[in-house]
């Protein structure tokens, strides 16, 4: 049953990449490598229980942590164009 799982989310993470370098859009390529990060989540937590190694499980919460925080500081970014503090005045501090 975890072979099928992890068969499955080969293929999955195959076609996600393909979207992720052929996307259209900027945030299109966002999301399918957000989706590229949930797949290798998932991947990392059944490849970790079919080893029986469930250890497995807290690296791919903490690649999931990660995978937030990156999420957020690129869309920040596309925002405002800077990841300082919205208080920061730039010019002030040269």
């Not at 068969?7 to 996307?23: D, H, K, N």
């Not at 991947?43 to 469930?54: K, Q, S």
């Not at 690129?74 to 405002?80: A, E």
């Amino acid at each position: 049953m975890f072979v099928a799982g992890i068969a499955a989310l080969l293929v999955a993470l195959t076609l996600m990449i393909v979207r992720a370098l052929r996307g259209p859009t900027t945030f299109d390529r966002l999301v399918a490598s957000n989706a590229v990060a949930t797949a290798v989540i998932l991947l990392l937590a059944l490849y970790g229980f079919f080893i029986d190694r469930p250890e497995f499980l807290d690296i791919a919460l903490l690649y999931a942590l990660l995978n937030a925080v990156g999420t957020f500081a690129v869309l920040k970014f596309w925002r405002h164009g800077s990841l300082a503090h919205p208080g920061d005045d730039q010019e002030e501090r040269w």
